[in-house]
C-alpha cells in the first residue's frame, strides 16, 4: 500500500529514512552500523549515489541524497536488500543476544506480505520526501545532525560518528566522503 511518499523524480534530491521493520533497534551493534556505513559507500563510488547527509539511528536512517545516474529508487533497493542480507547473515553467525526475537520479527513481517521471502528486514517505504527549496534542504540536514542530540547519545552534532556532522559542521574530512569505510 502506499503512503504517498514515493520517488517519482528519480534525479531530484530527497529526504529518505529506510526503517527496519517494527522498529527493531538493529543498529545498537558497531558490526551492522559498519554494514551501512560500507554499503553507502559502495553506493557512493559504484552506483552514483550523492550523499548530502546521514545519520544511523538505532532503527532507521536519514539519507539527504539524490543519484547522479537517476536511479534513485534502483540504488535504495540494492542498498536495503543487500544490507539486509548481510546483517540477517550476521545476526545469525555472531554473538547477538537479542537473536531468536529479532529472527522472529523478520520472519512475522515477511509472512505478512507477499514481497518478502523467509525474512523482512527492512519496511517497503523509504518515505522519501522531495527537497524543493534551499530552505526545505537546510530544514532537513539539521534535522539529521541534531537527531543523536535530541536522543541524548552526544552533546553536539559534531562528536556523533554515524552521522554527516563532523564533515559538513567543521569542513574536515570525515565520514561523509565514507571513503575510510570503504575498503
Wanted: proline fraction near 3%.
Amino acid at each position: 500500500m502506499s503512503t504517498g511518499y514515493q520517488i517519482e523524480d528519480q534525479y531530484a534530491i530527497h529526504f529518505l529514512t529506510p526503517t527496519i521493520v517494527d522498529w527493531v533497534n538493529v543498529f545498537t551493534q558497531k558490526s551492522y552500523r559498519d554494514v551501512i556505513m560500507n554499503s553507502l559507500a559502495f553506493c557512493v563510488k559504484e552506483k552514483g549515489l550523492v550523499l548530502y547527509g546521514y545519520v544511523i539511528m538505532t532503527n532507521h536512517l536519514h539519507l539527504l541524497a539524490r543519484s547522479e545516474p537517476g536511479k534513485l529508487s534502483d540504488t535504495l533497493r540494492d542498498f536495503k536488500k543487500f544490507t539486509a542480507g548481510i546483517i540477517l547473515e550476521k545476526i545469525q553467525n555472531e554473538p547477538e543476544s537479542r537473536r531468536e526475537w529479532m529472527m522472529h520479527r523478520f520472519a512475522w513481517n515477511a509472512a505478512q506480505n507477499k514481497r518478502s521471502s523467509d525474512n523482512q528486514f527492512w519496511t517497503h517505504e523509504n518515505h522519501a520526501e522531495v527537497i524543493i527549496s534551499d530552505k526545505f534542504f537546510n530544514q532537513k540536514l539539521n534535522y539529521i545532525h541534531e537527531n543523536p542530540v535530541r536522543e541524548g547519545w552526544v552533546e553536539k552534532p559534531v562528536d556523533y560518528i554515524y552521522s554527516s556532522a563532523k564533515a559538513l559542521l567543521l569542513n574536515v574530512s570525515g565520514p561523509l566522503s565514507l571513503s575510510d569505510w570503504y575498503s
